[in-house]
């Protein structure tokens, strides 16, 4: 949510190599969650994935090249403005980043590692990373999983540990930051050839749900902040039936009341509602699925009681209201962005 005396604004990716317009920005309609697009920015090719500072006046952007990098963005004006060059990460195909602990880690799909990246007193990027973790192992998918693949890595509530994400290992990582180099604490293993792409923390901090992108379902776990362990408890699915071709899960949102869990399907093309219950909370039940409004949605955000989706291969964004009562998306609208790719808020 933007802050209090902040335009409300939204922040969008987007694959230049497949003629997307690079950083566009949004304002936030103020009685609903309707998008007008404001401007663009192409300073860095293919900038997938994007993440704010806490303070909100940085954004960081991965450049999903087979080079990598990361570049920063001052946000406080009209428009973002590049705050330097970016910076290599030493690792190709980074696919997600996040701000941790006076760093931004990158998540490097391509290489198979996690960079980190040290910030500057004033928000800006050092000119070279502090340090790196490479992952090791595979996974029984012949075509996905012949290597590590790191897909996404993040602080966990209590910012004290760095959690990455791989789909090539099926597992989760958790790390720290030694001197500012991510050091391995513990590997969890996930079911083989599930292949994890993201993870969502529960409000509560003691749960975590991982959306797997080789079979459409979501792993329900068990989050230890103080030992920095994650013990998975039941794998649950996406959607009511088979799938009738390709189903890629890509994004997962936690409700911020943590009542409901929702995450967006590839190939399919829908959103999932799954209701959180049981003892502890720690079930999780499917109740719907609603059609994405496009095409391949790869991510997935939540602002304000609405759902956005950033549908990459029909390149536009929808938002949908949410039933305050059932989870369920209701489409509200959408947005031409060619080539979407996230969706982020401040």
């Known amino acids: 949510m933007a802050r209090s005396g902040r335009r409300r604004r939204a922040f969008i990716g987007s694959f230049t190599a497949a003629g997307g317009p690079g950083l566009v920005t949004a304002e936030i309609r103020a009685d609903g969650g309707a998008l007008t697009l404001t401007g663009r920015l192409g300073t860095v090719p293919d900038p997938s994935y994007l993440a704010l500072s806490p303070d909100g006046d940085m954004l960081y952007a991965v450049s999903e090249t087979a080079e990598g990098a990361v570049a920063a963005y001052r946000v406080g004006g009209d428009a973002p403005e590049p705050a330097g060059p970016p910076v290599p990460v030493g690792g190709s195909g980074p696919t997600h980043l996040s701000v941790h602990a006076g760093h931004v880690l990158t998540a490097n799909y391509g290489s198979g590692s996690v960079t980190a990246v040290p910030v500057r007193p004033d928000g800006t990027l050092a000119a070279t990373p502090s340090g790196a973790l490479r992952h090791t192992g595979s996974g029984p998918h012949e075509r996905f999983q012949r290597g590590p693949h790191p897909h996404q890595v993040q602080p966990d509530p209590g910012g004290r540990w760095a959690v990455s994400v791989d789909l090539g290992t099926d597992s989760v990582r958790v790390c720290t930051l030694a001197d500012g180099v991510p050091v391995l604490h513990r590997e969890f293993a996930l079911r083989p050839g599930s292949g994890p792409r993201h993870l969502a923390f529960h409000p509560d901090g003691e749960r975590a749900y991982v959306v797997n992108e080789l079979t459409p379902t979501v792993t329900v776990c068990r989050w230890d902040a103080r030992a920095g362990s994650l013990k998975p408890l039941a794998e649950v699915p996406l959607l009511p039936g088979a799938p009738a071709g390709d189903a890629y899960p890509s994004g997962i949102v936690v409700a911020p009341d943590g ?11 829908v959103l999932s509602v799954l209701a959180v219950e049981g003892s502890g909370g720690d079930g999780l039940r499917l109740t719907g699925t609603v059609p994405c409004g496009g095409h391949w949605p790869r991510a997935l955000a939540e602002n ?6 950033a549908n990459e291969r ?5 938002w949908f209201a949410v039933d305050d009562s059932t989870g369920l998306p209701r489409y509200d609208g959408s947005v031409e962005v060619t080539a979407a790719s996230c969706v982020v808020f401040g």
Request: net charge negative; no cysteine.
């Open 314 to 318: 029909s390149g536009d964004v929808t």
């Open 259 to 269: 009542r409901f869990v929702w995450t967006a399907t590839r190939g399919e093309d």
């Open 304 to 309: 304000d009681g609405f759902l956005y989706a």
